[in-house]
Every structure is written in C-alpha cells, then in structure tokens.
C-alpha cells in the first residue's frame, strides 16, 4: 500500500460506515444522486436484476439486456463448437465483480463460481432443448435450474457483461459530482466484438482509498432487493408441488430443479406471466421512509415509555427513535447506522447521520464545526447529567466534528445547560438536545409536509446559540 493511500484511509476510516462522496468532500444526498454511493467497509445490500433492463422504457437500457444476453448466450454457442472449455472460463470470469461493491460482503470481495458450478450452466443449453435452439431471453433463469445460483451471483454476472457501460457512466458521474479520479487497472472488461474479457489499462476511474482497487457505479434503477424472477415466488405460486411428489411438504429445493430441467413449458409460462406484468417492476430505492402512522404510532409508544432502564424501557426508546428519526430527517440527513461505544465502562448508543449539506444549515454545521457526519446520542433519562454531556464531548473529536445531539425525554436542567454552555465558550463545541417535545413537533411536521422537520433542529440550536456569549 503506498503512503498516499495510507494517509487517505486513516483519514477515512474515522468516519462511521465511510462512504466514498463523504470522503472526497461530496455533500450530497443519496436521493439526489443518480447511482448508489459505495462504501469502502461494505457491500450496498441491493442487486442488479437484469430484467430492470428489459423492462425499461429507456432504448438504451434495452439495448443493454440485449448485450447482456447476447454475451450469455454465446456461452452456448462456443459449447456448440465444442469450445466447453472457454465458454466455462468465460463464466466463471464473469460470476464475480467485486468493483460494484453490490450484495452482502463485509468486505467487498467476493468469490467466483467454481468450475464444476460453471459447466452445470453451460450444460443448460445442451439439457434443455428451448436453450439449445433459442438461448435465453432472460439468463436469470438458470437459477430454476441449478442450485446455489442466488440474487447476488446474478447480479454479478449482469455487472461483469456490462462493466464497459458502467466505466463510462462512472466517469460521467464523476465529473457531474466532482468525485476524484485516477488512473488504474481494469480487469475482466467484456469485449463484445471479441466476445471475451480483458484487462483495460489506465483508465481514469474513482479508487478505494485503502488499496487503490477502481470502484464503479451503478444506475439505482435497475437495482432491487430480490430479482422480480425469484425461486421463493415460483415455488410458492407456480410451482406444480403435486406433479413432483405426493408429498409436497417434503420436496427439497433439488427435487424443483430436477424437475424444472424436464419440463421447461413449466418455467416459461412462469417467465410470461412475470413479462405480462413488467408494469408491476420497481426498483428499490436504497432507504424508504415509514408511513406518517407508523410515525404517529412510535411517537405514541415514546410517550408511553418510562425514563430509565426497567422492563427494557431505555432499549425501548433507542429502538423507536432508532427507526424514527432516520424517517423524519430523509432526504435532508442521510442515515448512515446506528452506533454502540463505550465511555468509561458505559454503554452509549448514537445515532449516526451522513451530512449532506444540502441546506444551509447543514452546510454551515460542516463549515463552522467541521461535522462531515452528526451524531445524536439517545438517553432515556429522567434528567441528563453533567457526565453525559462529558461523555458525548470527548466522542465529538476532529474526525466527526464539534456538533453533537441528545435525543432525550426532558430539556437540560441549568447547571447541565450552563455547562453545554462552557463548551461553546471554550472550545466551540455545540451540544443541543431533542426533548419529547421537539420529536413530537418533527412527527406533526412529518406528517403535514408544509414544512421540514429538520427545522425543529434548526430551532433548537438557534435557540442555543442565543444563550451563549
């Protein structure tokens, strides 16, 4: 590792969950944004599922799932000239495309299919006689016929025949974004007029700041979290149980494959009635806010709650305003996790949130205290204690900035007020708190839509800022 990415990382990985626009400096919001923001520490636990493609209205996306179908078919051509070797080469090659950073890696690499796994599909088209004369219309079908094909392995796939697309949108985004790029490497690039990958060189594309491994995007279009073909559904809804045992309670996930494979009429009338109702087909967005109800109904159940820690009560609270807040402040304040440490052998839970500048309170919160990321620590406390606020100022170090928040049941007392006070006085740090009150003002806004509820916060550190000298 060179002493550029060194220096880069361990500026980085002070970040909660480090993504790669918050380390270049790119406020902005996911919903604002026209690709999935990777994240250095992790996979984005959504998938390309091609058939987004196919039922796009954009031609181009069209013309990508004819690309992507075609290079998959030719698998089957090669295995028709007797060319089994390469076809299978071909494959495995394309099974894994760690640059996307899409599935549930801890680690953002993954792990190619293995040879025998590889010439199970390849056999596909000499198996099954459709494939054999046709090709697929639709390659995530071989999931209905080979085991240990999941959402992830297609989506793979997908990402690896259409990684020189996703090359040209990188770098369009990049330069719309003003996302830094440099030169690097490229593996396994499909090339549709040799019909094979290869490596492209010095490529100007954005980087993990840790190893220097080419990251790219891709559209949140075409991404969801279960492919809309999907054994689970087929096996509950279209699945003939009967033909393939008199005993359906007790057919393995083997016995459907097997079956599948000798009677194909089965899969494809399934795959018709999933064209006929493409309408149907959305993309997952990568975060959904709750319905206002369930706003309303974790307010309700917030105030119900006792202060302190009996029948769970301090657990209670962190998980409803845990699953409340990120909901109230989307798209302004992007969630980024919720986050347990430890001060002095005490337990702390926070909530942790991607600054994204996008309004101009947010953007003086990043220019006057530094806070790429805010944090809001969560007491269910009768009464915040001088302790807690010494607590909370120590974790508000250089790396997340000087703005912090309680998310608490009542206001501060004075003597803890003064001292929130004092912090401001001498080290410009900022320490407001969220009351009951104030989260039921959110909720109330939330469910009105006439104004923000990030403006509740607003108040509230204008109020402070009021307070001090």
């Known amino acids: 590792m060179s002493a550029t990415y060194e220096s880069t990382a361990s500026t980085t990985m002070a970040l909660i969950r480090p993504r790669l626009t918050d380390h270049h400096g790119v406020m902005a919001a996911q919903a604002e944004l026209d690709f999935a923001i990777p994240f250095f520490d992790e996979d984005i636990p959504l998938y390309v599922d091609p058939f987004m493609l196919w039922r796009s209205p954009s031609q181009q996306d069209q013309a990508l799932h004819t690309s992507l179908v075609n290079a998959f078919n030719h698998l089957g051509y090669l295995a028709s000239k007797g060319e089994e070797d390469q076809a299978v080469r071909t494959l495995i090659a394309a099974s894994e495309c760690d640059e996307v950073g899409l599935g ?76 830094p790029r440099e030169p690097v490497d490229v593996e396994n690039v499909y090339d549709y007029r040799k019909n094979a990958f290869e490596t492209q060189r010095g490529l100007v594309l954005p980087v993990h700041p840790g190893d220097g ?17 999907n054994c689970d559904e087929y096996f509950a809804g279209y699945c003939p149980q009967d033909e393939i045992s008199h005993k359906p309670e007790e057919i393995t996930r083997v016995d459907v494959l097997d079956y599948n494979r000798d009677h194909y009429g089965v899969i494809d009338a399934y795959i018709q009635h999933k064209e006929r109702t493409f ?24 105030k119900k709650l006792p202060t302190g820690k009996d029948d769970g009560a301090d657990r209670k609270y ?15 304040l992007d969630f980024a996790q919720e986050q347990a440490r430890t001060d002095s052998g005490v337990s702390i839970r926070d909530l942790i949130f991607y ?55 009542n206001p501060l007392n004075k003597a803890v007020f003064t001292r929130t006070v004092d912090l401001w006085s001498g080290q410009r740090k900022v320490i407001i708190t969220l009351t009951d009150d104030d989260i039921g003002q ?8 006439q104004r923000d509820p990030l403006d509740v ?13």
């Not at 916060?457 to 000298?469: H, S």
Request: glycine share 4%.
């Open 104 to 179: 549930s890696s801890a680690t953002r690499k993954g792990k190619r299919i293995g040879e025998s796994k590889a010439r199970e599909i390849v056999e596909l088209f000499k198996r099954i006689p459709y494939y054999a004369q046709r090709g697929f219309r639709h390659f995530e079908e071989i999931q209905f016929f080979v085991d240990g094909i999941s959402k992830d392995r297609i989506s793979d796939i997908s990402c690896s025949f259409l990684k020189s697309f996703l090359i040209d949108f990188t770098m369009q985004q990049c330069d719309k974004t003003g996302i």
């Open 213 to 229: 491994r080419p990251l790219l995007f891709v559209p949140k279009r075409w991404l969801r979290f279960v492919p809309w073909q």
């Open 279 to 302: 309408e149907d087909c959305k993309n997952d967005p990568l975060f959904s806010q709750i319905p206002v109800t369930s706003a309303r109904r974790k307010f309700s159940l917030i």
């Open 318 to 332: 962190e998980d409803a305003i845990g699953q409340l807040l990120p909901s109230l402040l989307y798209p302004k």
């Open 355 to 409: 600054n994204t500048a996008s309004t101009q309170f947010l953007a003086d919160m990043h220019k006057d205290y530094g806070s790429r990321q805010i944090t809001m620590e969560m007491k269910n406390v009768a009464a915040v204690q001088r302790e807690h606020v010494d607590q909370l100022n120590r974790y508000l170090a250089e790396e997340l900035g000087k703005f912090g928040l309680f998310v608490t049941r």
């Open 442 to 449: 959110m909720v109330e806004l939330f469910e009105s839509r």
């Open 457 to 469: 916060i607003v108040k509230k550190y204008n109020e402070f800022r009021a307070r001090c000298p």
